[in-house]
Structure formats: structure tokens, C-alpha cells
């Protein structure tokens, strides 16, 4: 069993940064994949970015290649998500996931999930 917890979100302004994070409890964080979705109102659960076990690969969605980079602090339990030049369009919730295993971009591979944090970028 993994408890995740986001926080980091908040209100900026377009072009400005956030930091989001996700700790886990549990003992076999290092051994999950861990992967970031966001949903807007009104939209489906999207992929924004994934980093494997070790940390080793990472993977992000194509509207936010460039401007984010996912890590992870396996000593700390955690997994971060930097994100730079925002845009309106990033507003949603965002929520960490832990995976066992599968396709990284599909929420149906992540076996848990955080309550989510709000990201709202005003123009």
C-alpha cells in the first residue's frame, strides 16, 4: 500500500514557476514508477510526465516537454514536478501516481493515487 500526498500548487501568473511534490509513505516507494496527470474541468485525466524507479528515464507529454522536468528523492520518498513558463492552458488539478508497471502515459498502469493540488495560471 502507497499514500501519496501533493502539494506545491497554487495561483501564478503566466510565464511564472511552480514546484509540485509528492510524498509517499510506505517503504517500496523506490521500486514504483512514478507518474504526474493533471484534468481540467470539463477534460479527461491527462498525462503530463513519468519518471521509472531509479529515476534513470523520464517521460513527458508533448505541451509540456521543455518547460518541466520530473524527478524523484528516493531517500526523502518523494517525487517532484518543476514547472517553468506556464500558461494558462496548465490550470487543472494535478495528481502523482505510483506504478507497477505498464504503459506510462496511461492512468490505468498506476495502482495509486493523490487527492491532487490545484495549479491555476492567470493570464
Known amino acids: 500500500q502507497v499514500q501519496l500526498v501533493e502539494s506545491g500548487g497554487g495561483l501564478v501568473q503566466a510565464g511564472g514557476s511552480l514546484r509540485l511534490s509528492c510524498a509517499a509513505s510506505g517503504r517500496t516507494f523506490s521500486s514504483y514508477a512514478m507518474g504526474w496527470f493533471r484534468q481540467a474541468p470539463g477534460k479527461e485525466r491527462e498525462f503530463v510526465a513519468a519518471?521509472?524507479?531509479?529515476?534513470?528515464?523520464?517521460y513527458y507529454a508533448d505541451s509540456v516537454k521543455g518547460r518541466c522536468t520530473i524527478s524523484r528523492d528516493n531517500a526523502k520518498n518523494t517525487v517532484y514536478l518543476q514547472m517553468n513558463s506556464l500558461k494558462p492552458e496548465d490550470t487543472a488539478v494535478y495528481y502523482c501516481?505510483?506504478?507497477?508497471?505498464?504503459?506510462?502515459?496511461?492512468?490505468?498502469?498506476?495502482?495509486?493515487w493523490g487527492q491532487g493540488t490545484q495549479v491555476t495560471v492567470s493570464s
Open positions: 501516481a505510483a506504478s507497477n508497471g505498464g504503459t506510462y502515459f496511461d492512468p490505468r498502469a498506476y495502482d495509486y
Open positions: 519518471i521509472s524507479w531509479s529515476g534513470g528515464y523520464t
